[in-house]
């Protein structure tokens, strides 16, 4: 069975830094490509970033490029977003997706998602 | 980019209608298409891929058309459970771009 378990998640201040992780198992982690998805409160779903199943090839939203990074751990079976210069825009839970099929496909399995504040 | 434009943005309905929720992308993605069902304070879950291939374990009353830029799902007969948001994505190129959302509540 497919499970997908963020964590990371907290109240953080305006231009701080948070580092999400993304717990996986019940499926060859390295094999698929790895995505962030957020959605702020009471609005709809906005695709944050992916990253190839390698850890070669990675994609930002305009909105997050240069201050987000997406990474993973194979070995760990473990995606990560790192975040910086955070701003309160960025609050909303965040949710980390498998792809369907190796580095493309839609979004077949979700996690739970872990909330993100900024605020002073 | 590509923009993905749902419509209705809510619609209201009973227990055994007939649903329809459309979506249209601002340049052609083939029948790279899904459909997501979100419910309050839960993870969207995946319903349709392919426009029109039907996720493992999802009713046979929820189908899915289109081709190009217009796109449909429909609920055959929603049931009590079906109530929820419903989003639709391209998932064609990057940067990846979701629906805004159909909202469908009681009636």
């Known amino acids: 069975e497919v499970q997908l378990l963020e964590s990371g998640g907290g109240l953080v201040q305006p231009g701080g830094s948070l580092r999400l992780s993304c717990a996986a198992s019940?499926?060859?982690?390295?094999?698929?490509?790895m995505s962030w998805v957020r959605q702020a409160p009471g609005k709809g779903l906005e695709w944050v970033s992916t990253?190839?199943?390698?850890?070669?090839?990675?994609y930002y939203a305009d909105s997050v490029r240069g201050r987000f990074t997406i990474s993973r751990d194979n070995s760990k079976n473990t995606l990560y977003l790192q975040m910086s210069s955070l701003r309160a825009e960025d609050t909303a839970t965040y949710y980390c997706?498998?792809?369907?099929?190796?580095?493309?496909?839609?979004?077949?399995?979700w996690g739970q998602g872990t909330l993100v504040t900024v605020s002073s | 980019d590509i923009q993905m434009t749902q419509s209705p943005s809510s619609l209201s309905a009973s227990v055994g209608d007939r649903v329809t929720i459309t979506c249209r992308a601002s340049?052609?993605?083939?029948?790279?298409l899904a459909w997501f069902q979100q419910k309050p304070g839960k993870a969207p879950k995946s319903l349709i891929y392919?426009?029109?291939v039907l996720q493992s374990g999802v009713p046979s009353r929820f189908s899915g058309s289109g081709s190009g830029t217009d796109f449909t799902l429909t609920i055959s007969s929603l049931q009590p459970e079906d109530f929820a948001t419903y989003y639709c994505?391209?998932?064609?190129?990057?940067?990846?771009?979701f629906g805004q959302g159909t909202k469908v509540d009681v009636k």
């Open positions: 994505q391209q998932y064609i190129t990057y940067p990846r771009a």
């Open positions: 997706a498998k792809a369907r099929y190796g580095d493309y496909g839609d979004f077949d399995y």
């Open positions: 019940g499926f060859t982690f390295s094999s698929n490509a």
């Open positions: 340049q052609g993605i083939s029948n790279y």
């Open positions: 990253i190839s199943g390698s850890g070669v090839s990675t």
């Open positions: 392919g426009a029109s």
